[in-house]
């Protein structure tokens, strides 16, 4: 069974937002001014969108090269070739009611989604599969709005079969990984990428010999540098708690669990089953 995961190859609306977090303050405001003004940015010059943005035209296209794109035009091109329908713009209208309030959050789930399958690598997947799936015991850790993503990818682990463990408490989470050695894996979730506890755990793994795996919002982040395997996940929002990254976050681990899962179905049916079984009694 073959698992397709490469998605709507990386539309430019969804690689600037992926590198939003790796952007200069200069070339951030750049990327968001296209975002929100895409019709604006195809029809106009590289100059133009300097001037608008208050920046210099080498600010532009630094922006666009770190986006991955050879230059400004090739920025416009992929920018033509989206559907409209993934543009940014509805979220930008005022909220006249509760409703419409939760409705943009629901478009900015969906973008989140949408954005970090658009950015996911079938090489970069794979080798977290690989890694997940030859693992002696797997640590996970996370803090914050992050460690209920870690628990989350917990759980999948034990409805796997897998060794793991997913201490709470973040000094637990350095402590285990002071044990870890060269054939286990160490999981570490992150959306910033720059929060002490979760790099301390990877420093600690890396010293250990073990495999280290991050999902992050930042690619460019202290946490990612220190990862064997980065997975990002890509939210527009902002805030340091951002629900739709999160969600991403949700969404990236049932994709590895699923994979997983058709990797050895019998095995994965075999697990459920017993665990099934175990908790049975406790139906009313």
Aim: glycine letters at 6%.
């Amino acid at each position: 069974m073959t698992v397709d995961l490469r998605g709507p190859v990386n539309s430019a609306s969804s690689r600037l937002r992926s590198v939003l977090p790796k952007l200069s303050e200069s070339e951030r405001r750049v990327a968001l001014w296209v975002l929100e003004n895409v019709d604006a940015t195809i029809r106009h010059s590289m100059s133009a969108i300097a001037q608008a943005t208050d920046v210099s035209d080498t600010t532009v296209l630094r922006m666009c090269r770190t986006a991955g794109f050879e230059g400004f035009t090739d920025l416009k091109l992929a920018l033509a070739q989206e559907p409209r329908d993934t543009r940014d713009g509805a979220g930008n209208e005022p909220e006249a009611s509760d409703l419409q309030a939760a409705a943009r959050l629901f478009r900015a789930v969906a973008q989140a989604i949408s954005d970090t399958q658009g950015v996911l690598n079938e090489a970069t997947f794979t080798k977290a599969l690989d890694l997940i799936a030859g693992a002696r015991h797997i640590l996970v850790g996370g803090v914050g709005g992050s460690g209920i993503v870690a628990q989350a990818f917990y759980q999948r682990c034990i409805r796997l079969g897998l060794r793991c463990d997913a201490p709470v408490d973040s000094q637990l989470q350095i402590m285990h990984s002071a044990l870890v050695g060269p054939e286990d894996l160490v999981v570490v979730i992150s959306y910033s990428g720059i929060t002490s506890d979760p790099v301390l755990i990877l420093q600690e793994a890396k010293a250990r010999g073990a495999a280290t795996l991050c999902i992050t919002g930042n690619s460019a982040s202290p946490l990612a540098r220190l990862a064997d395997v980065v997975l990002v996940s890509v939210s527009h929002e902002q805030g340091s708690e951002p629900m739709a990254a999160q969600i991403a976050q949700m969404t990236l681990i049932d994709a590895l669990y699923s994979a997983l899962v058709a990797r050895n179905t019998e095995r994965a049916q075999l697990t459920e089953e017993r665990m099934v079984n175990a908790i049975l009694p406790k139906s009313i």
